[in-house]
């Protein structure tokens, strides 16, 4: 560990008592989901899938769901880590503006954080596209096992976001459960690529960046504007910038410390 590098953060930490935390899928590694880029910003598999192809007929929406059932077993045992418990342990202190999470995971808020914004949204939760009603993730998984039972014995790699990789399957007789409300398409209650993030999340991330002294990005190399842009946000404001991620991110020109370790040996010091 660079006990240096940890050193720095930490007076960075102490010197701030009102940070805007912004924390990336690098949070969350540690926990046992992959992430999506690698150490210089780029994709390590094919981007995720964006809403216009999902919306575009049932061929697509029969992959995405095989693989999220699939890969549902893994993400739903998933369980905090040291990261997520010492910015409980801050917000539990008072040293913390809001968390702004890019993250559907729902971790932070295991590990007993409470002032959190999940940016795009929570993927333990299922939205109708022609109703919007509501339901859980773990109720559309019971739907998709009985409506897909041999599927279950399918083995895969575990990917990001509660996805798995399913080469070389034929996804044309995979079953795709509709709302129980109004017989619509139903979506996890997560922003695709190609989707907008509600209005009233992003208004209260302003709201809340205005009231912080300082700024501290955990995990995320920012190439997805909806993140940066409250970075250049804070700089534009000449709030001090720390992040800690491995490799390059958006915001490198931007930064007052960059610190190059994991999050978990990072934040460690914090963590109770």
């Not at 949204?121 to 039972?149: F, K, Y």
């Not at 575990?158 to 034929?170: C, E, K, N, R, S």
Request: contains cysteine.
């Amino acid at each position: 560990m660079d006990a240096r590098s940890a050193d720095r953060l930490h007076d960075f930490v102490d010197a701030h008592p009102r940070l805007f935390i912004v924390t990336g899928a690098g949070i969350s590694t540690d926990s046992g989901i992959p992430d999506y880029r690698d150490g210089q910003g780029e994709w390590k598999r094919s981007p995720p899938m964006t809403l216009q192809m999902f919306m575009s007929g049932p061929p697509a929406r029969a992959r995405y769901w095989a693989r999220g059932m699939i890969g549902w077993r893994h993400f739903a045992s998933v369980q905090p880590n040291v990261a997520h418990r010492a910015l409980a342990a801050l917000e539990h202190d008072g040293r913390i503006e809001l968390l702004l999470t890019q993250n559907v995971d729902g971790l932070h808020e295991a590990a007993g954080s409470h002032n959190v914004v999940d940016l795009h949204g929570r993927l333990d939760r299922v939205r109708c596209m022609q109703c919007g009603d509501i339901s859980t993730r773990d109720a559309m998984q019971r739907r998709l096992q009985e409506a897909n039972p041999t599927w279950m014995a399918l083995q895969a790699t575990i990917a990001p976001d509660g996805d798995a990789d399913l080469d070389g399957v034929d996804f044309s007789s995979f079953e795709i459960p509709t709302c129980t409300v109004c017989g619509g398409i139903l979506k996890p209650d997560v922003v695709f690529f190609g989707e907008n993030v509600p209005r009233a999340r992003v208004d209260t991330a302003w709201a809340h960046l205005a009231r912080a002294d300082a700024m501290l990005v955990v995990g995320s190399s920012l190439m997805v504007y909806s993140g940066y842009r409250f970075v250049l946000e804070a700089s534009r404001r000449g709030l001090p910038i720390a992040s800690v991620n491995l490799g390059v991110t958006r915001a490198d020109a931007l930064l007052t410390l960059k610190v190059d370790l994991p999050c978990g040996e990072a934040l460690a010091r914090y963590a109770r």
